[in-house]
């Protein structure tokens, strides 16, 4: 099932096109990596994706449904997706606070808010800090606690902005299992930027890289060519 | 010196006493201050919310007229309120002259561009990443404001706290509406001044040393909040 469709789809600040994309499709329950050099334009789709940016130009489908970027009708998809920022930020309240507040914007009755955010604090190994001050947690706790907080709402697909970029090694591992742990067990769709080739392919079922605004390779790791091809690609 | 002793001793002993007069004074200046506070703070907060969370043409300017209106001196807005509450004014049916009512509505302009300047710095100070994880997590318009307002609480607190310190220790104002009639309108400030002019600087010292008090008490229970917070 797709779940983007990107078509003619232009970003441009101050007359310099920064995303320049003539067709995409992006499908559902897949893990994908998106590459390329910093100023490709990876966090400007991102952000696309995430609803909370508007192309200059061109057309994009969300669940076969064609987006309206206006904020009324932008801000229900938002509720489709989350996504995790390369620093995420926590709320000054606490981890279970936190993971909370996505829950209370989507209505949900509170014995069902309290077992999905245990199930979700259980997911990346932070259970007992549930009731601990966010803003006291370690750079790898916020940053598992940011994944927590945005899966625990359920969403179509986690978009995550450099998701490892600012952990040490045993976070990085923790990180990504948790990241296959959610797209196997939940079936969330993920698609996560980083300049780590091994990552990427360790990682993704398919690789984007991107360069000037640009798609400059789709490729479908399933195959053993592109993985190969990729592995000793220079891009990114 | 021994006027400076002397003057303070008596003074400690007035307080340990708990004369009747200055309590009153005290009670007086506490309600008026208190009231003043929490009508700025009712519309300081949200004008200050709008104009930092909002983006609208002129807001600049708006930022700009607010910080010049922090060098209102009291003496000019007694006298802008007198113009209209006075018997010749257009609120003068309103009988609001030397009244506790009066000295309200003076100190609340006198401290509404303070709240709403200092609300407008808190909103500011809060990093983008709160707005825009609140927007990623699907909140409205509304609950992505009640993050930003949350987030800036301290500095919002610290509004209220710095505009309950300048009521508290005016004087302009509260001398030309209130008219320091004992017992009614008589603050800690006017106190402080009539018994200055008449020479007898024991209740005056009194009164100083309650001011200052307070504002190290409130400033005390501020930090307190802010340090558990920060614990």
Redesign the interface.
Known sequence: MTLYRLSQLTKTYNDRTVLDIPFLEIEGGKIYALMGPNGAGKTTLLNIL?F?DVPTGGSLYFNSRPVQFS?AAL?PL??E???V?Q???L???TVYKNLE??LK??KIARGERERMINEALEMVGMQEFAQAPAHRLSGGETQRVALA??FA?APKVLLCDEPTANVDEENQAIILRILKQINELKGISILFTTHDRSQALSLAQEILLLNRGRIVTAANLDCEAPRRKLAGNPAG | MNLIVDSFLSAINLILSLDAEMIKIVEVSLSVSAASTLFAGVIGIPLGFFVAFESFPGKRLVITLLNTLLALPTVVIGLFVYAFISRRGIFGALDLLYTQKAMVIGQVILVLPIVATFTIAAISRIDERYRKTAMTLGADRLQTASVIFREARFGIVAALVASFGRVIAEVGISMMLGGNARGFTRTMTTAMALEYDKGQFVLAVALGIILLGISFGLNLLFNFFQGRYDR
């Open positions: 995430a909370l904020d801000q938002r509720k997706v989350a996504m920022d620093h995420p930020i709320f000054t309240t507040f996505g914007v989507r907080r945005a709402v």
